[in-house]
């Protein structure tokens, strides 16, 4: 079975990688940090006695060939990107469990029909160009010219940021990966939340994956000094965004379901004693029910209007993502419930509000997601954590549900 030391001791040593001073890392896509994190797992691919390539997007694979090499294969897969500040298990441990299924299957000489794949994709966490999963849009032919064309806060663009990577922009259409070729795609990753530790389980069953809708707004009002200017003559930018962050956060929190997030502001110029005369805000709206998530959408565009009216602000809205929520599908969910029961882990579904790479590939196979319990439900943050136990227990059942898929 499974060797959790093994997979515990090469997430510490993948959490070296970008790691800040107060114990959060930092690996963006394209930098020197995601590059480091990619060697290294080529390195733990190439122990395990995987045949590792990496495609034209940066995406990194480890294959390990079945009875017939020319059946479609099982992909599992994570990232080793990070958020600014972020923690050691969003991505990695999915990436590492999938190295060490393979690595555990090459030892004890399993031999499975299928041949079975692990990778790590290119930029699952948006955290640079504000645009994530870019190396699984890429996998599925959906990462646009104008995609590319997304900017990080110095004006580096993806292109750019490729092209200094050493990668081919202009080459993109050769990660595309046809249907044909993929059986089924598995990915473990922490839940980030807080369901499993309050069902007092170490692994979850996803039933689908959120659907995210990324906007950025810009506010323009007038500049002006602070001293001079009395309070009804103002065109206060920022002051008509305050109000719309609590537009945002009560038309979501109505729902019950939706969850809305203002996660970045600019404001300018920037200076104590200058009226703000522009503001830039961030939204990022989550629902597993897309006409949910966009009903609010719409009430927030229309009560952000009226906000800006009575303030004369000009107000407009730029769409940077846009996805509909992924459901998992039935049979793997049920290989995964099985694979709990032989472990004597009571299956549990839960729905996933983060974003994965599985949105994209479900595009190319079915698609099917194990959580591992989150300490705290903590995530996006140095204290994210999940217990060795638990991350080999995850290990376990991602191993079961390879060795049934991979058969299939
Ligand atoms: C990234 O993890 C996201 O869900 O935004
Ligand atoms: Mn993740
Ligand atoms: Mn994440
Ligand atoms: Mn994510």
Known sequence: MVDGGRLWKRLSELAEIGKQEDGGVARLSFTKEERAAKDLVASYMQEAGLSVR???????????????????????????????NGGDFDGPLGVLGGIEVLQTMNEEGVETERPVEVVAFTDEEGARFSLGM??????TGTLSPEDLRHEDRDGVSIEQAMRDAGLDPGKIGDAVRSPDSLAAYLELHIEQGKVLEGENLPVGVVTGIAGPAWLRL????????????????????????????????????????????????????????????GVELSLDLRDIDEAVRDGVEGRIRERAG???????????????QRLPPAPCSEEIRASIAAACEKEGIKPHSLPSGAG????????LCPMGMIFVRSKDGISHNPKEWSSREDCEAGCKILYLTVLDLAER
């Open 134 to 139: 870019i190396g699984s849009r890429a996998l």
């Open 306 to 320: 009226e906000v800006c009216g009575r303030r004369g602000v000009a107000l407009s809205f730029e769409e940077l």
């Open 218 to 277: 810009s506010f323009t009002g007038e500049a002006g000094h602070a001293g001079t200017t009395p309070m009804g003559a103002r065109r206060d930018a920022l002051a008509a965004a305050a109000e719309v962050v609590g537009v945002v956060e009560e038309e979501a929190s109505a729902t019950g379901s939706t969850v809305g997030t203002v996660g970045q502001i600019e404001a300018r110029p920037g200076g104590i004693n200058i009226i703000p005369g």
């Open 54 to 84: 990496e495609d034209v997007a940066g995406n990194l694979f480890g294959r390990r060939e079945g009875r017939d090499p020319n059946v479609p294969a099982v992909l599992i897969g994570s990232h080793v990107d990070s958020v600014l």
């Open 356 to 363: 994965h790479d599985g949105m994209h590939v479900a595009e």
